[in-house]
C-alpha cells in the first residue's frame, strides 16, 4: 500500500480559490504509477471524477464540470499531485480524495490502485 497524504482542503467563500496537494511517501512511487486522479464525494452522492494526470508526461484530464476552473499538475521529483481550485462554486463542496493507479486509467474509481483519506472542500454562498 502506497500511503497518499492530501493536504489544502478548508472553507472558502463561492469565487474563492484553494490548492490541495497530495504526496507519496515511498520513493520508487514514480517508478511504477501510470498517473494520479482527484475524486471528490458529497454527502449522500457518489464518488464523481475531478481530473487525473499522466504521470510520464503531465499530460491532464478533466471532468467537464471542472474544466476550465481546476487545474491538475505534478512534480515528479517530490511524488506530489496538485489541484489549483479557482471559481468555487458551492456545488464544488465535497471530501476531495487522491489515488494513483499502476496501469492506463481515467475517470472510474476502480482505476486507481492508492487512495488517500480525504481533504475536506467547503464552499459557501
Known amino acids: 500500500q502506497v500511503p497518499l497524504a492530501e493536504s489544502g482542503g478548508g472553507l472558502v467563500q463561492a469565487g474563492g480559490s484553494l490548492r490541495l496537494s497530495c504526496a507519496a511517501s515511498e520513493r520508487s512511487f514514480s517508478t511504477y504509477i501510470y498517473g494520479m486522479g482527484w475524486f471528490r464525494q458529497a454527502p449522500g452522492k457518489e464518488r464523481e471524477f475531478v481530473a487525473t494526470?499522466?504521470?510520464?508526461?503531465?499530460?491532464?484530464y478533466y471532468a467537464d464540470s471542472v474544466k476550465g476552473r481546476f487545474i491538475i499538475s505534478r512534480d515528479s521529483g517530490k511524488n506530489t499531485v496538485y489541484l489549483q481550485m479557482n471559481s468555487l462554486k458551492p456545488e464544488d463542496t465535497a471530501l476531495y480524495y487522491c489515488?494513483?493507479?499502476?496501469?492506463?486509467?481515467?475517470?472510474?474509481?476502480?482505476?486507481?490502485?492508492?487512495w488517500g483519506q480525504g481533504t475536506q472542500v467547503t464552499v459557501s454562498s
Open positions: 494526470i499522466r504521470w510520464r508526461d503531465g499530460s491532464p
Open positions: 489515488a494513483a493507479a499502476k496501469s492506463y486509467g481515467r475517470s472510474f474509481p476502480n482505476d486507481y490502485d492508492y
